[in-house]
T-cell receptor, first 118, second 111 residues
Framework: GAGVSQSPRYKVTKRGQDVALRCDPISGHVSLYWYRQALGQGPEFLTYFNYEAQQDKSGLPNDRFSAERPEGSISTLTIQRTEQRDSAMYRC????????????????FGPGTRLTVT | AQSVTQLGSHVSVSEGALVLLRCNYSSSVPPYLFWYVQYPNQGLQLLLKYTSAATLVKGINGFEAEFKKSETSFHLTKPSAHMSDAAEYFCAGNTGNQFYFGTGTSLTVIP
């Protein structure tokens, strides 16, 4: 079956513009996560959803960042008024179950969206 | 805060030699632990995971990792490196609903 997909794969935008990054998780996966990965670093947690509910957004850097998953499937990460420091790889992952239980469900990652803010 | 630390941002081994990538976790409660591999221009792929069922975990591509609570470690090993193992490797932890990644170790395999 299809894995996690993300679009666009590459996005170049000018400072001050808004961008929307899309994530299409594996069908049937309950949880969806957004990460930001700077060059030479590991993924940094941004936010995650169980179904359509945003359970944790503690990793979002500031209020320019927001995410939604209105129907519990596809998710959009939006960055308003982009700044150069927002340039990074943005990764989405999905998992079958809900974290925090007796079992930890591995996350399946998409290929990422490389965002460059000029 | 919980975290995982990867010792060595770059590791080089000769083809056929032992691969050892180090990961230590910082948590009062042992977390679930994972190793992921990332090839250039690709997403992260799960190699193996520890969920307390067994301390020695075998993964794909001949990799394995041993959970040692006394050392708070979860090092990744492979007996014989192959050229195709050259990639970035990430250790990750999950405690409750928190997921956290190490900074990664780049593995180079020398022919």
């Amino acid at each position: 079956g299809a894995g996690v997909s993300q679009s666009p794969r590459y996005k170049v935008t000018k400072r001050g513009q808004d961008v929307a990054l899309r994530c299409d998780p594996i069908s049937g996966h309950v949880s969806l996560y957004w990460y930001r990965q700077a060059l030479g670093q590991g993924p940094e947690f941004l936010t995650y959803f169980n179904y359509e509910a945003q359970q944790d957004k503690s990793g979002l850097p500031n209020d320019r960042f927001s995410a939604e998953r209105p129907e519990g499937s596809i998710s959009t990460l939006t960055i308003q008024r982009t700044e150069q420091r927002d340039s990074a790889m943005y990764r989405c992952a999905s998992s079958l179950g809900v974290p925090g239980g007796k079992e930890s469900y591995e996350q399946y990652f998409g290929p990422g969206t490389r965002l460059t803010v000029t | 805060a919980q975290s995982v630390t990867q010792l060595g941002s770059h590791v080089s081994v000769s083809e056929g030699a032992l691969v050892l990538l180090r990961c230590n976790y910082s948590s009062s409660v042992p977390p679930y632990l994972f190793w992921y591999v990332q090839y250039p221009n690709q997403g992260l792929q799960l190699l193996l995971k520890y969920t307390s069922a067994a301390t020695l975990v075998k993964g794909i591509n001949g990799f394995e990792a041993e959970f040692k609570k006394s050392e708070t470690s979860f090092h990744l090993t492979k007996p014989s490196a192959h050229m195709s193992d050259a990639a970035e490797y990430f250790c990750a932890g999950n405690t409750g609903n928190q997921f956290y990644f190490g900074t990664g170790t780049s593995l180079t395999v020398i022919p």
